[in-house]
């Protein structure tokens, strides 16, 4: 299952649990994955929105999952990514701007 997936890939993984989390790969052992800066999808008032994974772990340090927790990992879509690298930029990125009619 992580064969194809190398260190620095953006991905979803899906737990036992039914939590869907999106984070940077960065590794993988024989009984755990390791990854980086996750995000989970949350409802919020005004839709879906990012929340943090495991709130009380440092972010940039990796967080290791049990191999056999997750049912299946996926490189996540375009527009998932955009919208995680907006969270994590440093660099304030202006929406694009549209016509209200």
Not at 63 to 89: G, L, P
């Amino acid at each position: 299952m992580f064969d194809k997936i190398k260190d620095g890939d953006l991905v979803t993984l899906k737990l036992a649990s039914g939590e869907e989390v999106i984070a940077k790969f960065t590794g993988k052992a024989d009984t755990y994955v390791s990854i980086e800066k996750a995000l989970v999808l949350m409802q919020g008032p005004q839709g879906l929105a990012f929340g943090t994974f495991f709130s009380t772990a440092e972010q940039d340090k990796p967080i290791n999952i049990a191999k056999d927790k997750i049912t299946s990992i996926a490189y996540i879509n375009d527009k998932i990514r955009q919208e995680y690298d907006r969270v994590f930029s440093k660099i304030e990125v202006p929406k694009k701007p549209s016509i209200i009619t």
